[in-house]
């Protein structure tokens, strides 16, 4: 039985209220909210977010194979998985790839990995944008999912058993960007429709046709692609109307582009009964259909963090905030010298440390240090410690400051000391907080970010958050 291990979503913490766009541009906008990334947040961090929920699943269960997809890499000309192999402190023999430039990527490497052998990680985020006061800027969202696939062998039971799946894929222009370019151009809507259609009733057929099954037994239905007459012209052709669609999150997440697809499923395994028959739709480039079987099991699959309690979850931004994270508007920073480039053999020399959050216990006292020593606090011994991963573990703040003077994107900058339950104090700074919400002795758990880029680097860390 091959199919769905585990899943997690990740949704950012800020929302934006699309009333807003129009009274700042004059138009655009709407109803309701879109998730929308963090200064200090690319497709790589949201991507580890994802991950790091998924594998609690199944814990002890090491991949073969981590794949990204996204259209919106935070490198090109390198590999992207390799920091999120890293933060997830997976092993080094596995292969990490990355699967790009399309929505249709996150798909395609879905259904290969349902397709294929071992264990696969399936990893997909988008940062959704465009002109200010545009469709995609107020329809687009922010976020990432993560799916385990594997044949359920390895100590995690399956999910939702690959019962079939089929694809059509046809060659036409309806959406399009140039590589540099911020937003996506879009061709007429009625001949997109008029494309994908025809395209979508042929892949629905064939999976079905494959898994020997009819439209009405399909229970949870999810239709889902970047334009929007086109899902409706579809989901009207299939036939399923014994199935009750999936939330596709429009109103309150946008849509998150490659990430939506395994958004979607994630929700819909969380909800999901046993026996109950899922069938994901997706419209890019073509059609892509998966089908899947609840088992068992899901009836006792408790999620780490759900997609409803994050969707519930979030604090507002105000849209002149979202236009400077965005890059469309640039704000006076504070007058400090902006960070240094930072080095690539110095952050290769010291990888578990600033991608894993490992940091080392004294053998004979038990003392976690925090960054890592080879020498004891006594000086007496060296190299007597044991790596301790820190990713998961949570502290109590026991300081902290608020500097409005330090060079951020996003001042002011929160910096706590925090006690980690079971040993180990550390400097960090803190994210997704507004300066009035810091006090001693709240929680935070850690959480993967991005602290600054400079020639192009990024220089990946470690932040802290509030437990709320």
Not at 27 to 32: A, C, E, H, R
Not at 252 to 280: D, F, K, R, W
Not at 366 to 394: E, F, K, N, W, Y
Not at 433 to 440: G, M, S, T
Request: proline share 5%; charged share 20%.
């Amino acid at each position: 039985m091959r199919g769905i291990l585990g899943s997690g979503a990740y949704l950012p913490y800020r929302r934006l209220d699309r009333s807003l766009i129009s009274g700042f541009v004059g138009s655009g906008g709407g109803k309701g909210t879109r998730t929308v990334s963090s200064y200090d947040e690319d497709t790589t961090t949201m991507g580890v977010e994802a991950s790091r929920l998924a594998l609690r699943a199944a814990p002890g269960l090491s991949p073969d194979v981590l794949s990204f997809a996204t259209c919106a890499p935070a490198y090109a000309d390198r590999t992207n998985a390799t920091a999120i192999q890293a933060a997830l402190r997976l092993d080094t023999e596995l292969l990490a790839v990355d699967y790009g430039a399309a929505v249709r990527s996150a798909s395609a490497a879905l259904l290969l990995a349902l397709q294929g052998r071992g264990t696969s990680l399936v990893v997909s985020a988008d940062v959704r944008t465009g002109l200010p006061g545009s469709g995609d800027e107020a329809a687009g969202g922010d976020g990432a999912a993560a799916l385990l696939v594997g044949d359920g062998d390895g100590g995690a039971p399956v999910l939702a058993e690959f019962v079939g799946g089929a694809s059509a894929t046809g060659e036409f222009v309806d959406r399009w960007r140039a590589p540099g370019d911020v937003r996506s151009k879009l061709w007429e809507e009625r001949f997109g429709e008029l494309e994908y259609v025809p395209l979508g009733e042929r892949a629905w057929n064939a999976a079905l046709k494959q898994a020997e099954l009819s439209a009405d037994q399909v229970d949870r239905l999810i239709v889902t692609g970047l334009h929007a007459r086109a899902v409706r012209g579809v989901t009207g052709k299939l036939g399923a109307t014994n199935a009750k669609p999936v939330d596709d999150l429009a109103a309150t997440v946008g849509n998150t582009g490659a990430a939506h697809p395994s958004l979607l499923l994630t929700s819909a395994l969380e909800t999901a009964e046993p026996g109950q028959l899922i069938a994901l739709v997706v419209l890019a480039d073509g059609a892509d259909v998966m089908l899947f079987r609840a088992t068992d099991a899901v009836a006792s699959y408790t999620p780490a963090r759900s997609v409803a309690t994050q969707v519930e979850a979030g604090a507002p931004i105000g849209y002149g905030k979202f236009l400077s994270w965005r890059g469309m508007v640039t704000f006076e920073p504070p007058r400090r010298p902006e960070p240094q480039r930072v080095s690539s053999s110095a952050a290769a020399r010291s990888e578990a440390w600033k991608f894993g959050f490992v940091g080392s216990r004294d053998r004979e006292t038990g003392a976690i240090h925090l960054p890592p020593q080879r020498v004891s606090a006594d000086g007496t011994r060296v190299d007597a410690m044991d790596p301790v991963p820190m990713a998961d573990a949570s502290g109590t703040i026991a300081t902290f400051t608020i500097d409005r003077m330090v060079y951020s994107p996003s001042p002011p900058v929160v910096f706590a000391v925090v006690d980690f339950d079971g040993g180990g104090r550390l400097p960090i700074e803190l994210t997704d907080l507004d300066a009035d919400e810091v006090a001693i002795g709240k929680r935070v758990e850690m959480t993967f970010r991005r602290l600054f880029t400079a020639d192009g680097i990024h220089d990946y860390f470690w932040k802290g958050r509030l437990v709320r």
